[in-house]
């Protein structure tokens, strides 16, 4: 019998860690990549290093899952609510690197996985990455989703700390000279590290979007809900006050109220674990809206999933600021078939997503004139049933599973490359 192919698989997000789009990400490749001929095998964080845990029932019994001690720099080494700079370079868990490079080898020496896989945001992931390459030899998969770094805007480069700037310049270097592939979640990203990486040939750059796993849906089982004279809208995960700032489309709902057009009776705008309810608060106060709009608690994601499919209508927000990035919750909304209202930015990424699987109820979040426009048109038309739904076919290719296959298929690759 021959030796099954395996993957070194660093992420730091993976359950029983609650919340964020990279959970989903590697769990979802976890799961599928076993379809395509790979194993697995995880080499994640301790769970103390999380904040907020869940339970882990969604793991594969079967999944070799390794966990070495990570600590957070705020919540473990901090006196008094501070801790030394130095603590969080490049982020506040590079303590995991110490123990996690060990872990790695004897996992390399007992399993002869044929390559190493890492995933940003969080930069001590490809240090580890990294550390194992140079020590191993294996191919190394540098996961990038977004951008390390960006210095379109000089006035306010991210990162903005300019020692977690400089040392992030150094990995992503590091990335570009070692790395086998690069790989990116969005256009945007792919186009913004060819610009900036322009010494990386073009065949390393690899594009594997974020997606959506049947195998949650099929937990969910959501019938939509049935007709209710009070129009549900919901908004399910972060509101970020510079990437999803929220307040024209606020303005646009107070003149509605004010106008007659919109009241408790007809309309309700939930939002789901927003991250920043008591900044929302305030502004829902402000712009006298709180009778229209819900600040709700983060939920179990296969809650949250029900929540989604029984909706009237799902709201994305999209910052053009965020041009080059697409929510991970895109995927799941057009999964869902309910009705999406999009406020982002015409020439951002999303809205290409979204025009793509042929949803046109997209409106300017800049703009309050446009926020009041694009959701009487949404309303009238999901009220009518006519809201434009992305088809199955469409829908299929934002799969997790499908994602799964364009990794492989990347792996498939490198590993023919390289010496045996």
């Known amino acids: 019998m021959s030796t099954p192919r395996r993957v070194l698989m660093v992420a730091y997000h993976f359950p029983p860690l609650q919340g964020g789009s990279g959970v989903l990400r590697t769990l979802g490749f976890a799961r599928y990549l076993p379809e395509e001929g790979w194993e697995p095998l ?12 869940a339970g882990s029932a969604q793991l594969d019994g079967q999944l070799t899952v390794r966990r070495s001690m990570a600590l957070d720099a705020a919540r473990h080494l901090s006196l008094r609510g501070r801790y030394p700079g130095c603590l969080a370079l490049p982020d506040r868990w590079s303590s995991w690197w110490l123990s996690a490079v060990p872990a790695g080898l004897a996992m390399i020496r007992r399993y002869r996985p044929d390559a190493i896989w890492s995933t940003y945001p969080i930069a001590t992931a490809h240090l580890i990455g990294l550390s194992l390459h140079k020590l191993s030899g294996l191919p190394w998969i540098a996961d990038q989703r977004d951008p390390m770094l960006d210095d379109s805007d000089p006035q306010a480069p991210y990162p903005p700390n300019p020692r977690v700037h400089r040392l992030h310049r150094w990995i992503e270097q590091r990335i570009a000279a070692k790395s086998a592939a690069i790989v990116c979640t969005t256009p945007g990203a792919l186009a913004a590290h ?3 990486l322009a010494q990386v040939e073009a065949g390393r750059f690899h594009l594997i979007e974020n997606g959506y796993d049947e ?11 049935g007709h209710r004279s009070r129009f549900l809208l919901l908004h399910s995960g972060v ?15 107070g003149r509605l109220r004010r106008d007659g057009v919109l009241a408790a009776h007809n309309f309700q705008l939930l ?26 608690p983060l939920l179990p994601h296969q809650e949250a999933l029900r929540e989604m499919q029984s909706a009237d209508g799902l709201l994305l927000l999209q910052a053009a600021n965020c041009n080059g990035q697409i929510p991970a919750k895109l995927y799941e909304y057009l999964r869902c078939r309910r009705p999406v209202l999009a406020l982002t930015d015409l020439a951002g990424d999303s809205a290409a997503k979204l025009r793509l699987c042929g949803i046109d109820t997209i409106g300017q979040l800049a703009s309050c004139s446009d926020c009041a426009r694009a959701l009487l048109r949404f309303l009238e038309l999901a009220r009518q049933g006519r809201a434009p739904l992305a088809s199955p076919s ?12 364009a990794l492989a298929a990347v792996l498939d690759q490198l590993t023919y490359r390289s010496p045996t």
């Not at 469409?394 to 296959?405: P, T, V, Y």
């Open 194 to 196: 060819r610009r900036r």
């Open 271 to 296: 939002l789901r674990a927003t991250g920043h309810d008591a900044w929302l608060a305030t502004l829902l106060a402000r712009y006298g809206i709180t009778e229209l709009v819900t600040l709700a």
């Open 394 to 405: 469409s829908i299929a290719l934002q799969s997790r599973q499908a994602r799964s296959h």
């Open 42 to 53: 995880v080499l994640s964080a301790s769970a103390r290093a999380y904040a907020q845990t």
């Open 215 to 225: 195998a949650g849906f099929d937990r969910a089982n959501c019938a939509p809900a």
């Open 239 to 253: 509101i970020y006050p510079s990437e999803r700032d929220p307040q024209a489309l606020f303005e646009a709902l």
